[in-house]
């Protein structure tokens, strides 16, 4: 929460754009999630990390100056974790069959953004304020 309100706190600065601390924020979330998921349940965790996860992999390395075998290699590095942990560690209680698990994060804070900027494209179409002439 420290760190949520902190990133707040600095919100329309440089500091709130700097990639660095914003991949920081989404791996520590990434880390939260799962954890908290060990607490509450035995089998939900796996959800949690690839879905976190999946943001880092899609968007986040993208701000960093990777070359491209560093991407490929951090592409192959979270399949081989999803196969591994779907496919082997949770074989019988979940399988590969309920992979797609991974994409209910991903579409939740995809969907909320696209959904909020949808929200201000249709409210901000109404009458453009007139300014006063000072």
Not at 114 to 120: D, E, H, K, R, T
Not at 125 to 129: N, Q, T, Y
């Given at each position: 929460m420290f760190l949520l309100f902190t990133q707040l706190s600095v919100a329309n600065t440089r500091v709130h754009y700097v990639v660095a601390w914003v991949t920081v924020l989404e791996l520590l979330v990434g880390l939260h999630g799962p954890a908290i998921a060990l607490i509450n349940t035995s089998n939900g965790w796996p959800m949690f990390l690839?879905?976190?996860l999946f943001i880092f992999v899609f968007t986040q390395q993208f701000g960093f100056k990777i070359p491209w075998w560093g991407r490929a290699l951090i592409f192959v590095a979270y399949a081989a974790a999803v196969v591994y942990v779907y496919g082997f560690l949770f074989a019988e209680e979940k399988g590969l069959k309920s992979f797609y698990q991974i994409f209910f994060i991903p579409a939740a804070l995809y969907g909320g953004a696209?959904?909020?900027?949808?929200?201000?494209w249709l409210f901000g179409?109404?009458?453009?304020?007139v300014p006063v002439a000072a």
């Open positions: 690839f879905g976190f696209f959904a909020l900027v949808g929200l201000s179409r109404g009458k453009k304020a």
